[in-house]
Nanobody, 116 residues
Framework: QVQLVESGGGRVQAGGSLSLSCAAS????????MAWYRQAPGKQRELVAS???????NYADSVEGRSTISRDNAKNTVYLQMNSLKPEDTAVYYC??????????WGQGTQVTVSS
């Protein structure tokens, strides 16, 4: 059973930076896609950024240019560096990992709060 453990959330002032990390353990299969999603109060969960095993990335328009997703395949860990944070970035951030044999699993979420 794949388990994801997220860390790095917290409170930051607008314009500041935060780095999130998510480590996957227990995977019997190669994790093909890792991603970060977020869900703000009263809103649907949305994709923030994703990265394939080969390093191909995809970003939501709202974070493009302000965020960088990266991964360490040897450690099954994905990172999200967020800069120039805005109050509208406030949300619970979830990590996900997709593998052919186990489907998609989710982390427990980490709160990011950006104050103005």
């Amino acid at each position: 059973q794949v388990q994801l453990v997220e860390s790095g959330g917290g409170r930051v002032q607008a314009g500041g930076s935060l780095s999130l990390s998510c480590a996957a353990s227990g995977s019997r299969f190669s994790i093909t896609l890792m991603a970060w999603y977020r869900q703000a109060p009263g809103k649907q969960r949305e994709l923030v950024a994703s990265i394939t095993r080969g390093g191909r990335t995809n970003y939501a328009d709202s974070v493009e240019g302000r965020s960088t997703i990266s991964r360490d395949n040897a450690k099954n860990t994905v990172y999200l560096q967020m800069n120039s944070l805005k109050p509208e970035d406030t949300a619970v951030y979830y990590c996900s990992a997709t593998s052919v044999g186990a489907g998609t699993v989710w982390g427990q979420g980490t709160q990011v709060t950006v104050s103005s």
